[in-house]
């Protein structure tokens, strides 16, 4: 067999084997395509955060409660996708003492059907209100200086 004829049988098992690869290939992306129609769910899994520890009603405990919980409510958005949901979730990360304090603001909320969870963070944010706190600051900031004494 000469040299050229040879060049020729690899160019068509060649173009064969792209036209085979080719149709395979077509076939994956089909069949992918209509798993992620069929089933959204089977995409890249979501992220997820740990649920917050149960609000205690402490001013310490709400500085860090606070930005968990709005984090978790974006975070699992689509979970807790109605407002109605978040609230109660919310409502369900609160101590028992906590959920007394706030007792007649859900009974509102489930009087009017008005399920809003910024009026509930509010609420809890007044319930660990200190009027104090600017002034507690700064006396804390005071009394970390250094004492100064006076050189004799």
């Known amino acids: 067999m000469d040299e050229t004829r040879f060049q020729q049988l690899i160019q068509q098992a060649l ?37 917050p520890d149960k609000f205690d009603g402490t001013l310490s405990t709400w500085e860090v409660w606070y930005p968990e919980m709005k984090a978790k409510l974006r975070i699992t958005q689509q979970a807790l996708d109605e407002e109605e949901a978040q609230f109660w979730y919310i409502y369900s990360r609160l101590e028992k003492k906590v959920q007394a304090l706030v ?10 059907q008005s399920y809003e969870t910024q009026a509930l963070f509010d609420q809890l944010a007044r319930l660990c209100d200190n009027p104090n706190t600017k002034r507690d600051a700064e006396d804390k900031a005071l009394l970390s200086l250094p004492v100064q004494r006076p050189r004799h």
Not at 26 to 46: D, F, V, W, Y
């Open 15 to 51: 173009a064969a084997q792209e036209q085979r690869f080719s149709v395979t290939i077509t076939e994956l992306q089909s069949g992918l395509a209509a798993i992620k129609t069929s089933s959204p769910s089977l995409n890249l899994p979501k992220p997820r955060l740990p649920n």
């Open 103 to 112: 007792a007649p603001q859900i009974a509102y909320a489930e009087r009017e």
